[in-house]
């Protein structure tokens, strides 16, 4: 069996890409090969997440000789979860396979899971071995933030990456959820699900840099926990209960000390005190800030991501 040009594909492989040029091509055509051999009936969608670079013309070159392909480049950058979201709503396939466009998620890997999936798995994981092609510290970051996570949802999320399976009636399932505030790893662990984990070793990326920021690592951190775990809000009435019995302790004892004649001037304690309460309060209110600010994104109901362009391989045109 080869590439699906017509009617539904046995399995489509959704790729988010921002500003991957580079690399891209290559990664497309490693794809294209393994899914050829792998003699299934297949697409590939990929998702241009508003790049700056010639991402979207690389695209419009390999569709040309690739009629299994279809595109779609999207308005603005919208975030990586909502380019996924976008491909997995154009999916076809029985299965869908999601990976990143830069060759860290070997395409080598896809055999294996078509076979776990077969042989009865809703869900195959792609988990990864190491972190070590991100250096050490990237490493530590990664572990304590699923520790964390692990903590506050619930869900062990270590070594999880977006190379995943995904049946169709567990897509259904994900494109069934109605929240704006995306994160694809932990929505996939909450759905359930009959899951086979398969571990992976991370090359090194074969071109061009890791198009995430410290500041949105940061953003994908508090959306994660925030849309996990309630336990923040629940650390912020803790938090009011020890300090007020703190404060209950102070005023036992200033009221002791004025009693008995031995008050001072309590200069450096009302201080402190102030310093005390003051950093609650603004932790508290980041904290519930953080909360509202979701509510608030949910509530204006705006779409999670527009479609700016989109191309067909069968077509050969974009539209």
């Given at each position: 069996?080869?590439n699906?040009?017509?009617g539904?594909?046995?399995?489509?492989?959704?790729?988010?890409?921002?500003?991957?040029?580079?690399v891209?091509?290559?990664?497309?055509?490693?794809?294209?090969?393994?899914?050829?051999?792998?003699?299934v009936?297949y697409?590939?969608?990929?998702?241009?997440?508003?790049?700056?670079?010639?991402t979207?013309?690389a695209?419009?070159?390999?569709a040309?000789?690739?009629?299994?392909?279809?595109?779609?480049?999207?308005?603005?950058?919208?975030?990586?979860?909502?380019?996924?979201?976008?491909?997995?709503?154009?999916?076809?396939?029985?299965?869908?396979?999601?990976?990143?466009?830069?060759?860290?998620?070997?395409?080598?890997?896809?055999?294996?899971?078509?076979?776990a999936?077969?042989?009865g798995?809703?869900?195959?994981?792609?988990?990864?071995?190491?972190?070590?092609?991100?250096?050490?510290?990237?490493?530590?970051?990664?572990?304590?933030?699923?520790?964390?996570?692990?903590?506050?949802?619930?869900?062990d999320?270590?070594?999880?990456?977006?190379?995943?399976?995904?049946?169709?009636?567990v897509?259904?399932?994900?494109?069934s959820?109605?929240?704006?505030?995306?994160?694809?790893?932990?929505?996939?662990?909450?759905?359930?699900?009959?899951?086979?984990?398969?571990?992976?070793?991370?090359?090194?990326?074969?071109?061009?840099?890791?198009?995430?920021?410290?500041?949105?690592?940061v953003?994908?951190?508090?959306?994660?926990?925030?849309?996990f775990?309630?336990?923040?809000?629940?650390?912020?009435?803790?938090?009011?209960?020890?300090?007020?019995?703190?404060?209950?302790?102070?005023?036992?004892?200033?009221?002791?000390?004025?009693?008995s004649?031995?008050?001072?001037?309590?200069?450096?304690?009302?201080?402190?005190?102030?310093?005390?309460?003051g950093?609650?309060?603004m932790?508290?209110?980041?904290?519930?800030?953080?909360?509202?600010?979701?509510?608030?994104?949910?509530?204006?109901?705006?779409?999670?991501?527009?479609?700016?362009?989109?191309?067909?391989?069968n077509d050969?045109?974009?539209?």
């Amino acid at each position: 069996m080869t590439n699906a040009t017509s009617g539904e594909p046995e399995i489509s492989v959704v790729v988010p890409v921002h500003c991957e040029a580079e690399v891209l091509p290559a990664a497309l055509q490693s794809i294209t090969d393994v899914l050829r051999d792998a003699a299934v009936t297949y697409e590939i969608v990929v998702v241009d997440d508003g790049s700056s670079d010639g991402t979207w013309q690389a695209i419009g070159d390999f569709a040309g000789r690739a009629p299994a392909l279809r595109a779609i480049r999207l308005s603005r950058r919208f975030g990586k979860e909502a380019a996924l979201r976008a491909g997995l709503e154009t999916a076809r396939g029985r299965a869908a396979i999601t990976m990143d466009g830069d060759l860290q998620h070997p395409p080598e890997m896809i055999p294996a899971m078509i076979s776990a999936w077969r042989d009865g798995a809703d869900i195959v994981e792609a988990v990864k071995e190491d972190r070590s092609s991100g250096g050490a510290v990237d490493s530590w970051r990664a572990r304590l933030f699923y520790a964390l996570l692990r903590r506050l949802s619930g869900h062990d999320l270590d070594g999880a990456s977006d190379f995943k399976l995904l049946d169709a009636r567990v897509l259904r399932a994900y494109l069934s959820l109605g929240e704006r505030n995306i994160f694809f790893r932990g929505m996939i662990a909450w759905l359930g699900f009959n899951s086979v984990r398969l571990p992976f070793s991370v090359p090194p990326r074969a071109a061009g840099q890791s198009s995430w920021t410290f500041v949105g690592l940061v953003r994908l951190a508090v959306t994660a926990v925030t849309s996990f775990s309630s336990v923040p809000l629940q650390f912020v009435t803790v938090l009011g209960v020890c300090l007020l019995t703190f404060s209950f302790a102070m005023g036992v004892q200033t009221l002791y000390r004025k009693l008995s004649g031995s008050a001072l001037d309590g200069f450096t304690t009302v201080i402190l005190l102030l310093l005390i309460i003051g950093s609650t309060l603004m932790v508290a209110l980041g904290i519930i800030g953080e909360y509202i600010a979701r509510i608030y994104e949910e509530v204006k109901g705006r779409p999670r991501y527009l479609i700016g362009e989109t191309i067909d391989g069968n077509d050969r045109e974009p539209t």
